[in-house]
C-alpha cells in the first residue's frame, strides 16, 4: 500500500515537471541588467520633470475670485417735480441720449420765461442809462456855459460896483447868488454823470452784453434753462435699462434724495463699458503687470472663453477702502493674505455670449516670467 502511494505520488510530479512552462536561464540575467536603466531613466523624468515645472512656475496666476463689471449709474435728476412719463421699461436696451423719464416742466417752464423777460428789462435798462448819460454829458456842457455867463456878469458888475456906482448893490448880489446857484447846479450835475457812470463800469460805450448787470440776468436765465432741460432725464450712455419698476408717473421726486433712495432714479449698466475684475493675492503680484494677456472663462458659459489683457492694478488692496477696515493693531492680530483687485479688458467677438455685470469668472494671467538656472546657482 506504502509503495503504490510513493509511486502515485512521483508519477504526479513528473506530470507537473511536464506541463510547467520552461524558463529560459538567460531571463534573469535580461531582467537584471534592464533593472538600473529603468531605475535611473525613472529620476531622469522625474528630475525634468520637476525642473521644468520649476522653470515655468511662478509665470501664470489664477484666481476663482473674479467678477465681470461694467460702468453703472443710477441715473436721476436735480430737479424735483412731479414724474409725468417713464419713456423706458425694464431691460431695454437705450443709445445715448434717449429718453429714459420726465417730470412736469411746468414750473421750470414759468421760471425761464420769467428770467427771460428780466434779461431783456435789464437790456433796455442799461440802453437808457447809456442814453441817459449822453444827456447828462449836453446838460453838463450847457451849465458850464452858463456858469461862465455868470462868472462874466459877476466880474463886470464888480468892477462898475466900486468904481462908478453903475450897478446897484443888489443887482451885484442878484449876479453873485446867481454865480453860486450854477455853480451848485453845475457840481449836482457833474456827480449825477459820475454816478450813472460808475453804474455803466467806467464806460460810456460798454456793450450792453458785457455790462456786469447783463451777465447777472442772462446767469439767471441760463440756470432756469439748464433745469428746465433736466425736467427730461436722457441716458448719457448705451447700456441696458433695470430698476425701472421703483420709478412710475406721479412720483414726486425729491432731487436731493432721488439717486440715494433709488426713488426717482433709473439704473443703466453700459454696454460698451465692460471688465472683468478679479482680485488676486497680493503674494501672486511680483511679476503681475499690464498688458499680461489672460484667458477667462465665465462659470455661466462652460466651454467658452474669452481673452484680455490685464489693463491696471490697483494702487491699494480691497480692504483700503472697506467701510469697517481690520484693526490689525489689535492683541489677537491674525496675518491674512491680502487680495489686490486687478482690471481686465476682455475682448468681444460677434458670436460671443452676453456677459452680465457681477458673473463669476475664472482668470489665468500669462506673466511672461520663467526662472533661469542661474537663480539657484
Known sequence: MLDRTKKSTAADADADDKLAPAVPVAAPRRRARLRAPLMLGGVAVVAVGAGYFWLTGGRYVSTDDAYVRAGKLMVSTDVSGLVTDVDVKEGQQVAAG????????????????????NLDQTRLTLESMKVDYQRMASDIAAAAATVQN?????????????????????AYDQARFTLET???????????AAVLLAK?????????????LYLQAKATLDEAQRQLDHAV????????????????PGLYLVAATAALTNQGAVGLISADDMWVE?????TDLSHLKAGD????????????????????????????FSVLPAQNASGNWVKVVQRVPVRIRVEHKADDPVLRAGMSA?????????RRLRDIL
Do not use: C, M
Not at 455803466?200 to 456786469?212: I, S
Not at 475664472?362 to 520663467?370: E, L, P, Y
Open 278 to 282: 478679479a482680485n488676486i493675492k497680493e
Open 150 to 170: 455868470d462868472q462874466a456878469i459877476f466880474d463886470r458888475y464888480e468892477v462898475l460896483v466900486k468904481d462908478t456906482a453903475a450897478v446897484s448893490r443888489a
Open 293 to 320: 494677456k489672460v484667458d477667462v472663462s465665465i462659470d455661466a458659459y462652460p466651454g467658452h472663453s474669452w481673452t484680455g489683457v490685464v489693463d491696471s492694478i490697483a494702487p491699494a488692496s480691497g480692504a483700503e
Open 233 to 248: 432725464v436722457r441716458a448719457p450712455f448705451a447700456g441696458t435699462v433695470t430698476e425701472v419698476d421703483s420709478l412710475q
Open 200 to 212: 455803466l463800469g467806467g464806460h460810456p460805450d460798454l456793450a450792453v452784453e458785457q455790462h456786469p
Open 98 to 117: 434717449d429718453v429714459l423719464f420726465r417730470v412736469d416742466p411746468r414750473q421750470y417752464e414759468i421760471a425761464a420765461h420769467n428770467a427771460q423777460a
Open 362 to 370: 475664472f482668470v489665468d494671467i500669462d506673466t511672461g516670467h520663467s
Open 182 to 192: 450854477d455853480r451848485a447846479k453845475h457840481d449836482s450835475i457833474k456827480q449825477q
